[in-house]
């Protein structure tokens, strides 16, 4: 078995003309925390919906856990999303006539099957034990996130992928969030990949690589934050 | 049209194989081969057994049935004392599972492909020579095995079959074809059967007790006894007989135990487990639940029969001065073609139901159209037989004319003169005698 979670060979994926993911050789060993870093259109959230399986590519090699995502079928894709990938997007995308605790059990529905106290639990966890019935528009943008958190990691899975989870968050809530993260990878051992444009937040992984137009142009590793 | 008969019998054997192969799937080739063979050999020795009556085709026939129907009830009390059993794992590679798993596919297909065959007339098959015969039926047992493999591939791997589901689909989707045959039906029989036992079982309780119609038994419960007596309790009690298998089989399938998940940790990993043993329960309902319909399929067929029976009209018939009913062999009906010929002989407010026929062994008889045991709802003549329209009981042609059960109570007479000469006077007592009986015990102590 290879040590890394993910590895790409040449990974593009071009819409048309535009080609927004340059032939990207990418190993991610298991258990690492990565920061994508790039400008507006620099291709950070193709790499991000390869990865989740959420899209396919147009060229190269993708490993995810060992599996070859090229060679999955629709049905093996969603498998593995299901079972393999949790991911939060900037847009928080819950159900909005669903309360927290809903949109949780959705999740577990679409996996095997709901169970109200394990979900009750997840959202203790991200400190919202006593927002369990609200729904998101009674949420503030901070706690809107962490339900994202608790739905995307109710399903244990090995690969959690952020896209902007903090972009729309002011500073208070945004450390909050990273906090939370770095708590649950602690206990849960998960391998995160992790876009922003900020800075600070990309500190908080144990390696950046920056994007420019679709191509990998710089990676630093960070020695402690 | 000899196809539009079989379509319903070849979907049914199509399904029974679809069953088999899926049970069966780690050895797809040979159950594929050994049913084929065994379509063909039931209805090769279907055919053979009819061209020359040595053992009744139907008689075999009808005992496999009838041990399939045992066996069914076996497994399915089996199953509600061991549970997992259900689950009994069909890949085992060993060497019992594997003969197992050949000779039930064997001795399945071998009765569809007898069932199949039976349900055509000696005129229909009469009509094809015995090789082209024998060739159809190979082509036929091919194509259906191709169909139940090529449907058996669109199948979603992920559906599975237990023995225990195998059996019971097999054996109710056999008792459904075999119920469109008058001769091979089992629910008629069992209601029959089951009918006959209460009877017997109240007379003989009532009798032991001795109990006077009026001193403690009250109307209402003598309603109950009249009850018990009716043909609806034969036709409860075989329902009950017939479905109970499918139904046992379905509560332990919904009762078995789901796997213990406490002591994993992990919720998603917990939950993964449950929702699978949940979807493989709901999955091993299916076939139970398909093996109910096809029973109820089986039930009507056989309380709404389809065959077409040879009923005329009685001709009404008068005696001359010295009370002697006369027919001539050869007047405006031809007597003596095979088939039965009922006439209606009334006199004054008395009237008597009978028959002439000429039996295939040659000998003329002359019954009433009541036997000694039912209410006189009198005989159709189908292909080989009588039917008695109230107990269905089929009785062979050769043995009309002999007294008996239910067999048509025979009438003395006489040929003269190339016609067939009845003494009016017997004729209408033995019926008023005969029908009394019967009316009296049908409507009990009511
Ligand atoms: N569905 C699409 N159709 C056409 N072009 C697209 C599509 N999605 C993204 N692109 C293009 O691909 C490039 C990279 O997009 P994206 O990965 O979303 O950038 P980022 O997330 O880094 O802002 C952009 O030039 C964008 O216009
Ligand atoms: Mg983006």
């Known amino acids: 078995m290879s040590p890394y979670i993910i590895e790409t060979g040449g990974l593009t994926r071009s819409y048309g003309d535009i080609c927004a993911l340059k032939p990207l050789d990418l190993q991610v060993p298991e258990g690492e925390w990565l920061s994508v870093m790039g400008h507006s259109g620099s291709g950070k959230s193709t790499l991000m919906n390869l990865v989740g399986g959420l899209d396919r590519p147009t060229g190269g090699t993708l490993q995810v856990g060992g599996e070859n995502l090229l060679a999955l079928t629709e049905d093996g894709l969603a498998r593995f999303r299901r079972n393999f990938v949790g991911i939060i997007f900037q847009q928080h995308h819950l159900v909005p006539y669903l309360t927290a605790i809903e949109n949780v059990m959705m999740a577990q529905y679409f996996h095997s099957m709901p169970d109200e106290a394990e979900a009750r639990h997840a959202l203790e966890r991200v400190g919202l034990g006593h927002r369990l019935k609200n729904r998101p528009g009674e949420l503030s943008g901070g706690e809107q996130q962490r339900v994202c958190i608790a739905r995307a990691i109710i399903n244990s899975p090995k690969l959690l992928l952020g896209d902007e989870p903090t972009g729309n968050l002011d500073h208070k809530s945004t450390i909050m969030v990273m906090e939370l993260l770095k708590e649950l990878r602690g206990e849960e051992r998960f391998t995160v990949i992790m876009v922003t444009h900020n800075q600070d937040v990309a500190a908080w992984g144990d390696r950046t690589i920056h994007l420019d137009d679709g191509m990998l142009v710089r990676e630093e590793r960070m020695n402690c934050q | ?446």
Request: glycine share 8%; aromatic share 8%; proline share 6%.
């Open chain 2, 1 to 446: 049209m000899i196809a539009v008969k079989l379509i319903p019998h070849l979907l049914a054997a199509l399904c029974l194989l679809l069953v088999l192969l899926r049970c069966f799937a780690s050895r797809r080739k040979s159950v594929l081969l050994t049913s084929v063979c065994g379509l063909s050999a039931g209805a090769f020795t279907v055919l053979l057994l009819r061209s020359m009556p040595v053992v009744s085709p139907y008689l075999l026939l009808k005992s496999l049935l009838g041990v399939g129907f045992l066996a069914l009830w076996g497994v399915s009390v089996a199953v509600n004392y061991r549970k997992n059993a259900v689950a009994l794992d069909k890949n085992e590679g060993g060497i019992v599972s594997s003969v197992a798993a050949l000779a039930g596919t064997l001795l399945a297909a071998f009765a569809a492909g007898g069932i199949a065959i039976a349900k055509l007339s000696d005129t229909a098959l009469a009509t094809f020579p015995p090789v082209l015969l024998l060739l159809v039926v190979v082509i036929v047992a091919v194509i259906v095995g191709g169909g139940a493999t090529f449907l058996e591939k669109q199948l979603s791997p992920r559906v599975t079959i237990t023995p225990v589901g195998m059996v019971v689909a097999v054996v109710a989707l056999l008792l459904f074809s075999a119920s469109s045959i008058l001769r091979l039906d089992l629910f008629s029989p069992l209601s029959m059967k089951v009918m006959k036992g209460v009877h017997d079982l109240v007379h003989q309780s009532m009798e032991s007790v001795l109990i006077p119609d009026h001193v403690f038994v009250r109307p209402v419960v003598w309603k109950y006894i009249g009850f018990l007596f009716g043909k609806e309790v034969g036709f409860w009690g075989g329902m009950v007989i017939w479905f109970t298998p499918p139904v046992l089989i379905a509560l332990a399938v919904s009762s078995r135990k789901l796997p213990s998940v406490g002591h994993i940790r992990q919720g998603a990993q917990r939950r993964k487990l449950l929702a699978g043993a949940l979807r493989e329960q709901r999955l091993q309902l299916l076939l139970p639940l398909f093996s109910l319909c096809v029973l109820a399929g089986a039930a009507y067929q056989s309380s709404f029969p389809t065959v077409e029976y040879w009923d005329p009209k009685p001709i009404p018939v008068v005696a001359n001065e010295g009370g002697m009913i006369i027919l001539p062999k050869k007047g405006d009906i031809l007597l003596e073609d095979g088939k039965i010929h009922k006439y209606l002989f009334k006199q004054k407010e008395r009237e008597a139901r009978f028959f002439v026929l000429l039996t295939p062994d040659g000998q003329l008889t002359v019954d009433l159209d009541a036997c000694a045991i039912c209410k006189p709802d009198g005989y159709g003549q189908a292909e080989g037989s009588v039917i008695c329209y109230y107990c269905k009981t089929l009785i062979p042609l050769d043995t009309v004319g002999k007294p008996g059960g239910c067999n048509p109570v025979p009438i003395p007479f006489t040929v003269k003169d190339d016609a067939v000469v009845i003494d009016a006077l017997t004729l209408i007592n033995t019926w008023g005698a005969t029908v009394q009986a019967t009316t009296r015990v049908k409507e009990g102590g009511k």
